[in-house]
């Protein structure tokens, strides 16, 4: 595995052990907290290699804690477009990952939420692999081809982020398609399963959004 970057958001992480075990299961990953998400890490005994943001949602004690340890600190002004999770991808893409996984990405606010699964298109774009990853699922998005190991009825579902998506074809889903176009709107690929243990997932143009549950 080449180089692996997690950034923890500031969403919802119901299981922290979750969180300590997929950070774990990477030898000598790059940590990079959105602001306030660094406290999951002080909680769990673990040190970001790098906290961005504006700092308005972490404690001064803490960001010196980390400081201390060696984390670096990069700050933004309170007044900035982007969010605290964009900029922690944005410094993420300046160390030319070959992975990038987000974690604390979902549930809290929902304009934050929608933020952070937007932010996949981004990764997208630039051709880097990254996934959104919860407890019960997993999200990103392509523009070209996916291939998806798992589970005989596992549920996955196709979201167009483009206005449309062309060229959709599935093989090994219990729904196959093939030329297939989704558009915003017409939310017609939820909830399809895969059939066996395997299925391929491709776009001829546009951007998809794919969510795998985990389990059935």
């Given amino acids: 595995m080449g180089k692996m970057i997690f950034i923890i958001s500031g969403g919802v992480i119901n299981d922290p052990q979750f969180l300590y075990d997929e950070i774990k299961s990477v030898t000598n990953p790059v940590i990079i907290c959105a602001d306030g998400a660094a406290q999951r890490l002080k909680e769990l005994d673990m040190a970001p290699d790098f906290i961005v943001g504006d700092m308005d949602s972490i404690d001064e004690d803490i960001l010196r804690y980390f400081e201390a340890g060696g984390s670096k600190i990069i700050r933004y002004p309170g007044d ?12 993420a893409f300046e160390m ?32 880097v692999a990254a996934k959104i990853v919860d407890k019960d699922c997993e999200l990103l998005v392509i523009d070209r081809v996916c ?8 549920t996955v579902s196709l979201i167009p982020m483009s ?3 062309s060229g959709i074809t599935l093989k090994g889903f219990r729904y196959p398609l093939s030329e297939g176009v ?17 299925g391929t997932i491709s776009v001829k143009s546009g951007y998809l959004l794919i969510i795998r549950q985990f389990g059935v």
């Avoid at 900035?80 to 410094?91: G, V």
């Avoid at 989704?182 to 395997?198: A, D, Q």
């Fill in 163 to 165: 206005t449309d998506v």
């Fill in 80 to 91: 900035k477009d982007e969010t605290d999770t964009q900029l922690a991808l944005e410094r």
């Fill in 147 to 154: 291939v998806i190991n798992g589970r005989e009825g596992e």
């Fill in 96 to 127: 030319d990952p070959d992975e990038i996984r987000i974690l604390g990405a979902l549930g809290g606010r929902v304009d934050h939420m929608l933020a952070n699964i937007s932010l996949l298109v981004m990764c997208a774009k630039r051709g």
């Fill in 182 to 198: 989704m558009e915003i709107g017409r939310p017609y690929g939820v909830s399809n399963r895969l059939s066996g243990t395997k």
